[in-house]
Nanobody
Framework: EVQLVESGGGLVHPGGSLRLSCVTSGFRFDMFSMSWVRQAPGKGFEWVSGINLEGGSTFYADSVKGRFTISRDNAKNTLYLQLNNLKTEDTAMYYC?????????????????WGQGTQVTVSS
């Protein structure tokens, strides 16, 4: 059974930090590129960041570039997202997603596996 389980979300003040994790099982993690995707209240899904299957290349949406850092540990089948200098507009449910390609995609309909999400709320 394929599982992607996100954790690490929470309530933080603007300027704060969080580290999200996505622990996976049931598929060859090292054969999948991974992304983080978010959905803010009342809005559509937004691709946030992606990493290729080896972990050597990372990509970011302009809205988070310089503040978020994506990484992966293929030995632990785990994806991470470090969120720094959080803003109120970062409030969203954050999902990890997997696609069996060498390179990640910003097109959300290409992703084969999704987690259930972890809530990030940024508020003063």
């Amino acid at each position: 059974e394929v599982q992607l389980v996100e954790s690490g979300g929470g309530l933080v003040h603007p300027g704060g930090s969080l580290r999200l994790s996505c622990v996976t099982s049931g598929f060859r993690f090292d054969m999948f590129s991974m992304s983080w995707v978010r959905q803010a209240p009342g809005k559509g899904f937004e691709w946030v960041s992606g990493i290729n299957l080896e972990g050597g290349s990372t990509f970011y949406a302009d809205s988070v570039k310089g503040r978020f850092t994506i990484s992966r540990d293929n030995a632990k089948n785990t994806l991470y997202l470090q969120l720094n200098n959080l803003k109120t507009e970062d409030t969203a449910m954050y999902y990890c997603a997997a696609v069996r390609r060498r390179w990640c995609s910003r097109s959300l309909d290409t992703y084969e596996y999704w987690g259930q999400g972890t809530q990030v709320t940024v508020s003063s």
